[in-house]
């Protein structure tokens, strides 16, 4: 949260991305997290930065009711938002600066687009560009983005969506988007994906420790961890594991 904080100020201040030190180099960080963040520490001081993240997570509130308003009915919508409204996680990050919020805001207007675009086509650009935003949000939010997709195209077998003009339309929408970040890493660290590769690079993965993550999807969920089963029953009995029929 410090980091975040630190990164905006700097930006917001002087209009340069990224620490770096003879201790440390945190030039790697996913980048639109702090540009934004800066943004609001810039025009209404460090108090309304830390207020942006509560307006986010209202807006993914939104979000979440519209999605399963249009996948489902009106009553899973409003399910779906009370759902998020009173996770104990979603009211922990809407009180943080952390990239967690903006990035689900993001990927979740992303598959809101997915969805639409299946009838209207032009929406399949909105997907691309909010999949690519979420990713410079959350560097995992890319490879998300990507399975996404290819469950999308696999489960409704839309492969008519590579004939769609404005699929590619996005395609390069994204690429005009993602070069300044492409130029920011080849100057940096010699390679477009530098970033992400370096971040990546310091993950290390120890079964041991990942077995202690187990018990904090009871804290995440909470109270509402019962209600889950619920929502599974009803899956297989509609026999819609992934997609709605």
């Known amino acids: 949260e410090t980091l975040y904080l630190t990164l905006a100020r700097k930006f917001a201040t002087i209009g340069e991305y990224g620490i770096q030190t003879e201790f440390y180099d945190e030039r790697f960080v996913a980048p639109l997290w702090p540009i934004t963040l800066s943004f609001f520490y810039k025009y209404g001081g460090e108090f309304i930065a830390f207020l942006f993240p509560s307006i986010i997570s209202s807006l993914t509130v939104l979000v979440l009711y519209y999605l399963g308003k249009k996948l489902f009915n009106k009553k899973v919508g409003t399910y779906a938002a009370l759902f998020f409204l009173f996770n104990p996680a979603a009211i922990l990050f809407s009180t943080r600066m952390l990239t967690e919020n903006l990035g689900l805001l993001f990927f ?9 675009a299946a009838k209207t086509k032009w929406q399949i650009i909105l997907f691309l560009i909010f ?3 979420a990713g410079l949000t959350r560097y995992p939010l890319f490879v998300h983005g990507l399975a996404a997709f290819i469950m999308f195209v696999v489960l409704t077998k839309g492969w008519e969506i590579f004939k769609n003009k404005f699929f590619y339309v996005g395609i390069l929408v994204t690429l005009l988007i993602l070069v300044p970040w492409f130029k920011f890493n ?10 992400p590769a370096l971040q990546a690079s310091d993950a290390v993965f120890d079964a041991k420790t990942a077995v202690l993550y187990i018990p904090y999807l009871f804290l995440i969920l909470g109270p509402l961890f019962p209600f889950t089963f619920f929502g599974m029953r009803y899956q297989f009995d509609k026999r819609q594991f992934l997609l709605p029929a």
Request: a negative charge; zero cysteines.
């Open 186 to 195: 080849l100057e940096n660290f010699s390679n477009i994906l530098g970033g």
């Open 131 to 133: 999949a690519v935003l």
């Open 108 to 116: 979740t207007i992303a598959i809101f687009a997915l969805f639409a």
